[in-house]
């Protein structure tokens, strides 16, 4: 007999925006389609080449004053001047079904989802220097001037919650950190719950001589 799965991992990732996040992101997925990434709500407006449903739902601030009343986010935060949520949809269904989620979100949403699932595994991404974040978000080339100040301003408040993650990973080199980021997941799939679990047959054999 199978037994039943064991309950998927909760990712948190966070990071100041320009950080690498969402680009360390992709590439782990690339690697690891067993991870579900949950696309959120937003009220920001598309960047050049984002696709609605895929980066995020872009909704209306209604719409998302409608949502958030009828109690549909599992969490919700205004960051950098837009409001972010992540919807409740399946999350608990498919955590308990065995699959693992990962958010991106901020260190606020970060706090309010811990609460929810103790066990979930966040991860703050920091980048080398305050001045690699300016040099990134003026590379990236899709926010305005105004917004890429409003972001740097927000940096140094991001930061300081750095501490409430469970690892922090340092974005210099890409291809090191898309490492650190792998073998967190790595590790993660090697616990003894999970790996008893996944090798009950063979801890039976053993149970058997
Ligand atoms: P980027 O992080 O520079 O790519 O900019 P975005 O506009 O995509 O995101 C801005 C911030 O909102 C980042 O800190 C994200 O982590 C955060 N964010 C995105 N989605 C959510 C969400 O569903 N909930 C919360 N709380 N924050 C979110
Ligand atoms: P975030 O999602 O945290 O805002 P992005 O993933 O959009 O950050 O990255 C911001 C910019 O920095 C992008 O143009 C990306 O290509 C670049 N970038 C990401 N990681 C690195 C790195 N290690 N070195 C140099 N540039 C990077
Ligand atoms: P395997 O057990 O053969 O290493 O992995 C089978 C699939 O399940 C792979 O796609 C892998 O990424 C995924 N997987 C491995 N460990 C876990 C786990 O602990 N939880 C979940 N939800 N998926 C896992």
Not at 41 to 69: I, K, N, Q
Not at 87 to 106: T, Y
Not at 185 to 196: N, V
Request: with cysteine.
């Amino acid at each position: 007999m199978t037994p039943p799965p064991t309950e998927g991992v909760l990712y948190i990732v966070s990071a100041p925006s320009g950080a690498g996040k969402t680009s360390l992101v992709k590439a782990l997925l690339k690697n690891d389609p067993a991870i579900r990434l949950s696309v959120s709500y937003t009220t920001r407006a598309p960047r050049p080449g984002e696709t609605d449903g895929r980066d995020y739902h872009f909704v209306s601030r209604d719409d998302f004053g409608r949502m958030l009343a009828e109690g549909e986010f599992l969490e919700h935060a205004e960051v950098y001047g837009n409001f972010y949520g992540t919807s409740k949809g399946s999350i608990s269904r498919d955590l308990n079904a065995g699959h693992d989620i990962l958010l991106e979100i901020d260190w606020q949403g970060a706090t309010q989802v811990r609460t929810h699932f103790p066990r979930c595994a966040s991860i703050f991404i920091l980048p080398p220097s305050f001045s690699a974040l300016r040099t990134r978000l003026a590379g990236r080339g899709q926010d305005s001037e105004e917004v890429i100040e409003r972001r740097l301003a927000a940096a140094a408040h991001d930061v300081a919650h750095a501490d409430a993650f469970d690892y922090i990973i340092v974005n210099d080199d890409f291809d090191h950190a898309l490492q650190d980021l792998v073998s967190i997941t790595r590790s993660i799939r090697l616990e003894t719950a999970r790996q008893m679990n996944r090798y009950a047959a063979l801890f039976d054999e053993f149970r058997r001589i």
